[in-house]
């Protein structure tokens, strides 16, 4: 089971942060995750709000690298605007799939599914949700013309997380699902989800409610 890290910073460079923005930091690195999922240090940006964390995640199994993506926590104190809230997380993810996958009209709710799925059944809450699913399909001509043709799914997202009585402030739930979605693109089988109190995802998750888990997508190489 992996454990977080990652370089929390403020906007100017100093070390000093408010409690709140620690405790979040904390509840992150604390976490513990599925073994597929390998955690690496990444710099935190320092324009995007006054005090962030960021890090940087690999799904692998026997050694192949089947996803990865990058996971920031941004917070400003007073709150934003735009936000609704204190807090932010902003997320990139993506995976190589099955080449007709490309092909799916339907690629684009499905991968937004099984984020919206993932923060629901990890427990966490959260509003104000946007981003883009992006598929990008490789044909390979003249002297790559031996390569495989290649699609690609990316999963850009950014949602407001809310205050949660689970320890930590419920940062961990958020970290999980994302690191399910990641795991999800590679077309690993979801992990069972922790036992949840009644209706702990809540109203507070606009059109979030999680009406199972849609086919995951196969894996390009098999294990």
């Known amino acids: 089971m992996a454990a977080v890290s990652g370089h929390p910073a403020s906007e100017d460079g100093t070390p000093g942060v408010p409690p709140v923005f620690r405790e979040a930091v904390e509840a992150l690195r604390g976490t513990r995750l599925r073994p597929e999922v390998v955690i690496g240090d990444t710099p935190a940006p320092r324009k995007l709000a006054s005090f962030a964390y960021a890090l940087t995640a690999t799904v692998e199994v026997d050694g192949e690298e089947l996803a990865d993506g990058r996971l920031v926590l941004l917070h400003e104190p007073g709150g934003h605007e735009a ?69 690609e799914i990316e999963i850009r997202a950014s949602w407001t997380p809310l205050p949660h009585d689970l320890p930590g402030g419920g940062f961990a739930e958020h970290l999980r699902a994302w690191c399910e979605l990641l795991c999800q693109c590679a077309g690993l089988p979801p992990a069972l989800p922790p036992a949840l109190p009644t209706a702990s995802a ?11 888990v849609v086919p995951m997508p196969m894996r390009r190489r098999p294990l």
Do not use: I
């Not at 809540?202 to 199972?212: F, K, L, T």
């Open 202 to 212: 809540g109203p507070a998750a606009s059109g979030s409610g999680a009406a199972g």
């Open 83 to 151: 936000w609704n809230g204190e807090f932010r997380l902003v997320s990139m993810g993506r995976a190589e799939l099955e080449p007709e996958m490309g092909s799916d009209p339907l690629l684009g709710e499905v991968g937004w599914s099984w984020l919206m799925d993932a923060l629901a059944q990890q427990g966490a809450r959260w509003t104000e949700p946007s981003g883009t699913v992006t598929r990008c399909s490789s044909q390979y001509f003249g002297g790559l013309a031996e390569r495989e043709g290649s699609t």
